[in-house]
Nanobody, 121 residues
Framework: QVQLVETGGGLVQAGGSLRLSCAASGRIFSINAMGWYRQAPGKQRELVANITSGGTRNYADSVQGRFTISRDNAKTTVYLQMNSLKPEDTAVYYC???????????????WGQGTQVTVSS
C-alpha cells in the first residue's frame, strides 16, 4: 500500500505563514510529480503547485510569489511554504503524487487525507 501523510495545517492571521509537509511511504518504486491542491467550500479542487522529479515547479497564478514548493533529497516528501497568506487561501489542502509501484508495475495518482488551512482577516 502507498500512503501520503500531510501535516502542518492550522489557523493563521492574514499575512502570516504556514508550512505544509507530505510524506510518501509504502511499496514505492519511484515518485514522479508531487504537488498540492486545495478545495474551498463550494468550489472545485484546484492545483496550487507541483514539482516534478527533475525539480520543475509550477504554480497557480493566485499563489505565485507567495508560496514555494520543494522536495527533500530522497524525493519522498514535498513541502509547501505559504507566506503572506490571505483569507481567500482558506481551504482544505491535499497532497498529490504520481507514484509507480514495483509489482505490479503501475503508475497511479495518490492523494493525502487533506489538511485544513484557515486564514483569518
Amino acid at each position: 500500500q502507498v500512503q501520503l501523510v500531510e501535516t502542518g495545517g492550522g489557523l493563521v492571521q492574514a499575512g502570516g505563514s504556514l508550512r505544509l509537509s507530505c510524506a510518501a511511504s509504502g511499496r514505492i518504486f519511484s515518485i514522479n510529480a508531487m504537488g498540492w491542491y486545495r478545495q474551498a467550500p463550494g468550489k472545485q479542487r484546484e492545483l496550487v503547485a507541483n514539482i516534478t522529479s527533475g525539480g520543475t515547479r509550477n504554480y497557480a497564478d493566485s499563489v505565485q510569489g507567495r508560496f514555494t514548493i520543494s522536495r527533500d533529497n530522497a524525493k519522498t516528501t514535498v513541502y509547501l511554504q505559504m507566506n503572506s497568506l490571505k483569507p481567500e487561501d482558506t481551504a482544505v489542502y491535499y497532497c498529490n503524487a504520481d507514484i509507480t509501484t514495483p509489482y505490479p508495475r503501475a503508475t497511479d495518482a495518490y492523494w493525502g487525507q487533506g489538511t485544513q488551512v484557515t486564514v483569518s482577516s
